[in-house]
């Protein structure tokens, strides 16, 4: 920025009452959850009577009929919800003078062309926008929302409205013993001795510049904030429609747990530029970072990438939707998501456009659960050559090669035949490997619930010593069964036998486990080493 800021102190009630709010799309959509607006009205009503009270910094770019807020959306539509509901309270208790302050200060400010009485904050999206004017417009606190609970089941207008009824709900029980008074104090106290900082940028179309040196120096911004507002900036005559895209992706990822649009997003890039780091994403998008030679998307580019990528990425996310996969993809997608694994999924999205693509999805599925058993799956290094490959895939249209470049992670036969029979695994693995031997394929469909036939307790009382407790995890001591608990009190491996072996899954091998007179840990090695061959058999084809 070559203009320095200005810099001023104003009260809340000349900050609003001069200004008409309109919040860029760059920015996010309000985000305060119950936390945040219960801390906002606990450090308000602890301080209704000190001389005046600081509310931070607010960073505004204005023209000649808007205030832009770069910075402050947060406190600005909570202190507006805030003063619906004084307004509200005051008309219910029968200070209209008082209620006609708080509307013409906070709320509305007339049209000098054409006398209309506008809402002096206008949100980013028309349907949140229209929850927040439901709100203020209201001459009652007695309200409901009043469209259909599809548009009203969006997470920012549940925001809004839960926000203003804990600030409703605490005023209440606040002024119930001197409404008429108090509502005087919670008036002159926002009005009067509630401040602002303000900064004002002196150019609206380069001030999301600002929002990206909020983060820089430590606001609590998000990539996803960042990569928004980055693409925003780019968009043009192409705002409009890019914001709704990025709104409809956003909501159909979310921004929290491992499939948020930021995964979402990092993979759409690794695919068709390599691999990406997740601290690096921004920077790389952006272009921020001059240390990368990998061919970043333009903004406008990506978006049209992750609006073509998002049908087929999200049943990779959930596999029971509908979608372009096809059903070998399909049981691929619900075999790593058993396994819990999507450093995969960069090529995943390459693989779907090529020829033979079914092939390629099947080699990469071996190779993820030859890993996945020798147990080194998930280093840096092996998802950055995964990454590199789905880039090479894209650029050629074929996978065999850029896969064939893998095959030095592929562990030997005999390797994996060792680690399955002796390495202890969680249940996930365990009952998905299970599965693959019964049904005979690398796509088994989710039957029965894994048990260990020994608990850990059970196998250290049989020996007398925890030296081989580490067994009771290993596939030799899995059975699948049709039931979900286990009956109370099977503590031995003959209780086992009665209790349990008729009720194992189509295939399970039940036979031999009846002949056997009991189940030590000489017997859960020899039957490992049975079904590790016979795992083999299916994931080393011949």
Do not use: C
Not at 507 to 525: H, K, L, P
């Amino acid at each position: 920025m070559t203009t320095p800021l200005n810099a001023s102190a104003s009260t809340a009630g000349a900050l609003f009452g001069a200004s008409s709010f309109a919040v860029p799309d760059y920015q996010r959509e309000y985000a305060w959850t119950g936390d945040e607006v219960s801390q906002f009205w606990n450090d308000f009503r602890n301080n209704l009577h000190t001389p005046s009270y600081f509310l931070g910094l607010i960073i505004l770019a204005s023209d000649s009929e808007r205030s832009y807020v770069v910075d402050g959306q947060q406190r600005i539509v909570t202190l507006s919800l805030l003063a619906a509901a004084i307004r509200q309270e005051s008309i219910a208790r029968g200070r209209n003078a008082l209620a006609d302050l708080v509307e013409s200060t906070f709320l509305k400010v007339v049209s000098y062309k054409t006398d209309e009485r506008l809402a002096r904050t206008e949100l980013i999206d028309s349907v949140d926008n229209s929850t927040f004017l439901s709100i203020i417009n209201s001459d009652t606190s007695d309200i409901e929302p009043s469209f259909p609970d599809e548009i009203f089941g969006d997470g920012i207008s549940q925001r809004l409205w839960s926000s203003y009824k804990i600030l409703r709900n605490n005023l209440r029980s606040h002024i119930a013993s001197d409404p008429f008074q108090m509502l005087g104090v919670w008036v002159e106290f926002i009005t009067e001795k509630l401040y602002f900082a303000i900064f004002n940028h002196p150019d609206k179309d380069t001030a999301y510049k600002v929002f990206e040196v909020i983060n820089d120096r430590g606001r609590d911004l998000t990539t996803a904030d960042l990569l928004k507002n980055y693409v925003l900036s780019q968009a043009g005559v192409e705002r409009e429609r890019v914001y709704r895209d990025w709104k409809s992706l956003s909501s159909d990822f979310g921004t929290d747990g491992s499939n948020n649009i930021v995964q979402f997003i990092r993979h759409v890039v690794t695919s068709r530029s390599g691999y990406v780091l997740p601290s690096e994403l921004y920077s790389f998008v952006s272009g921020a970072s001059e240390r990368s030679t990998k061919p970043r998307p333009k903004p406008l580019e990506l978006v049209d990438q992750m609006k073509s990528a998002a049908p087929l990425y999200q049943q990779m996310v959930d596999p029971s939707l509908e979608g372009p996969a096809s059903a070998v993809e399909i049981g691929t997608y619900q075999a790593l998501s058993e396994l819990s694994v999507i450093t995969v999924r960069p090529i995943l999205l390459a693989l779907h456009d090529t020829l033979q693509s079914e092939d390629g999805v099947d080699y990469l599925l071996r190779l993820v659960v030859r890993r996945i058993v020798v147990g080194s799956l998930g280093t840096g290094n092996i998802e950055r050559r995964f990454g590199d490959a789905a880039r090479q895939i894209r650029d050629t249209g074929h996978w065999s090669g850029p896969l064939r470049e893998l095959d030095d992670l592929n562990p030997p036969r005999e390797d994996f035949v060792e680690q399955l029979r002796k390495r202890p695994m969680s249940k996930a693995p365990l009952a998905f490997l299970r599965r693959s031997i019964i049904q005979k394929t690398i796509r088994p469909h989710l039957s029965g619930t894994l048990h260990f036939i020994h608990t850990k307790k059970s196998l250290a009382d049989l020996l007398g010593t925890d030296s081989a407790v580490r067994w009771a995890s290993t596939i030799g001591n899995t059975f699948l069964a049709n039931v979900d608990r286990r009956p109370p009190g099977m503590d031995t491996w003959e209780d086992f036998k009665i209790l349990m072996l008729g009720h194992g899954v189509h295939g399970e091998w039940t036979e031999n486990m009846q002949q056997q007179a009991e189940w030590s840990v000489q017997d859960i090695q020899d039957y490992g080493q049975q079904l590790a061959l016979a795992a083999a058999d299916i994931w080393y084809p011949v």
